[in-house]
């Protein structure tokens, strides 16, 4: 669903790099996603950026990624295309529209598409497409019935090969339960699962016989759950003792399993490679710091190694208002896209 997030002040980035903090900056305040003391990482080496181009950029990252434009009220959101060198907006594919907010934008496996979540007020929300060089929006998923008696779609995703959307459908009043859909894109055909949300991060593998959701995304717990096609039986993996999963990446070729993993009290936020056939972590790909939390990670189509990844201050209250920052990832370094409270939300390549 299109979600409202609270933004929180940050740990400080200078000179194009994305320093590793080293505490809560004296913060008294309780923070919001708590969790049991976990081991450290060991703290990444900060060196020089490289210069961002055009096209793919010269340390090989994609030159763009789509994003939410933040705003404090929803009439004037819209999905939009950013640079990857200093987060400026380079074009609007949709128009603010009365009613709702945007949500959970995903580039389609064929790079021509984006599809989202489209709030159209109470009660009231659709999934669209919008071609990628701009263009015409159009609606992929209506949603059914009117007021109490609706049900609305979001939280979509597709397969790495495109063949098949994942989404999810809730009720707007009070009967009525959650419905997990595989769709068939080549068929229209559906699978359902009862009583579960999808969450937009959700990864295809094995061929397309398994989709990975993080747990605490879907509002089902810390660790990872995995979904088996065409049975849609459901097996849980747990986190790492003292830690959560906040966002994960997977790759086209199904070989790839990152995530955001967040542990302790302090809030230590790291990027975890996941193996995709025991589901647990394989080794830390980089420690990003202390009092953070994960919004979205993703890889870049052409070179997994790249990864673009947003992250908030996790040891603010949650009705603070600070800080969000976008950071772009390889070979153990992380370098500044952009920081502050109007950066992009919803952020992937």
Known sequence: MVAVRVRAAGAMLAGGLFLIATGCSGSTATAPRAAPPATAATPVTVMTATPATTGVT??????DFIGVSWATTPVVAVVAVYSATDGHLIRKLTVPMPGGGLGDPRLSPDGRTVIFSRG???CAQTIDTVPFRGGREQVLVSMTGTGNNAIIPGDPSYSADGRYLIYDTVPCGPSGQALLHVRDLSTGRELTRAGFLGDADSIFLDHDSEVVFDAAMAGTGTGLE????????LAAYPAPRGCRYQALAGTETETELDAL???GPGHELSVVAIS???FTVTRTLIRLGSCLGGETISLAPA???????????ACLPPTARGDYRIVKIRAGQAWRVASGQGVP???SW
């Open 303 to 313: 070179d997994p190694s790249a990864m673009l990844a947003e992250t908030y201050d």
């Open 58 to 63: 010269a340390a090989g990252f994609p030159a």
């Open 226 to 233: 995995v979904l088996r096609l065409p049975s849609m039986a």
């Open 120 to 122: 159209q007020g109470s």
């Open 261 to 263: 993993l967040q542990c």
């Open 345 to 347: 939300q919803s952020d």
């Open 276 to 278: 995709p056939r025991t």
